[in-house]
């Protein structure tokens, strides 16, 4: 018997019918299967947009009361979650502790797997409780397979602890699924090397944590129309796009953009409030970290 005709493996480890033999394949059939089944998955996460827009929803209800948002996984769903934490602060200007990013193992295995980390129940229940998770927080688990135990641990005792728990797997009958609050399961079927989930599964959570992390920042007012408007200005290529959005948005000429932001150690919102109300740059960013003129900008 074959993995594809095995009903008692997950969907992630069974084998892909439509890629038999594959080392007798040319390299553009390769690419063109690759390509072929990549094409599954964004249909597989828009069958999901329901629970996606529940868990933003409920993202955006906690981080408004001054909750966090935790993603955590291991292994490449841990590197996703870690990678999608990582990019919040600098995107939409949110405090380092917002957004955090958990990976099985620790930060050394976003660079080296550390395989058996996956496995560490005990593991995954000390990372909720040493993050102090709370009923303000959500804990998004993140697992292709939806049977990590560290995942399914961590889910476990975070929802014990009286947070709210989004499940993101490839499989809707799998123990996370089952677990969390809000279960996303985006289907995308076999992979093309039987059980290497950094393909189509990968590619699945990637777009879902895209989906969570950025809808809820549009809804808490982190961007204006489609721009960056909490950017945080900390490279030049950052700093350039500042200068952009705070001319478009102010009018301003490029010299009194740039001293606006100087000004306001490069806040793009508060040199707008320092060019559209005349404050200087401690009055906008004290009006700012008072909560005051935040949607004004």
């Keep these: 018997m074959t993995t594809h005709d095995r009903p008692d493996l997950p969907p992630t480890e069974r084998a892909n019918d439509a890629a038999q033999e594959l080392e007798t394949r040319t390299t553009a059939e390769i690419l063109e299967l690759m390509n072929r089944e990549d094409a599954r998955v964004a249909a597989a996460v828009g069958a999901c947009l329901g629970p996606i827009g529940d868990a933003v929803d409920a993202i955006v209800e906690r ?26 602060p600098p995107t939409f200007g949110v405090a380092d502790d917002t957004v955090i990013g958990v990976i099985a193992g620790g930060s050394g295995a976003v660079k080296a797997a550390r395989e058996g980390a996956e496995d560490d129940v005990q593991g995954g229940a000390a990372e909720a409780r040493r993050l102090e998770v709370g009923a303000g927080d959500v804990l998004v688990g993140v697992s292709a397979s939806g049977r990590t135990p560290f995942v399914l641990a961590a889910v476990g005792e975070a ?45 699945a959570q990637k777009l879902v944590l895209n989906m969570l992390t950025t809808a809820a920042m549009i809804r808490l007012g982190r961007v204006s129309g489609n721009l960056m408007i909490d950017v945080r200005g900390t490279n030049a290529k950052l700093r350039e796009r500042a200068r952009r959005i705070v001319a478009e948005l102010s009018g301003a000429a490029e010299p009194d953009v740039t001293a606006a932001l100087t000004e306001t150690g490069w806040s793009a919102r508060a040199a707008i409030l320092v060019l559209s109300r005349g404050m200087t740059g401690a009055e906008a960013l004290a009006a700012l970290d008072d909560g005051r003129e935040a949607n004004d900008a």
């Design 63 to 88: 981080l408004r009361k001054g909750g966090r948002l935790i993603y955590l996984g291991a292994g490449t769903s841990g590197r996703m979650a870690t990678m999608e934490a990582a990019e919040a």
């Design 159 to 203: 929802a014990s602890l009286g947070a709210l728990t989004v499940g993101i797997c490839c499989d809707d009958e799998a123990p996370l699924a089952e677990a969390a609050d809000i279960a996303i399961c985006p289907l995308v079927g076999p992979e093309i090397l039987a059980g290497s989930t950094r393909l189509k599964a990968g590619t």
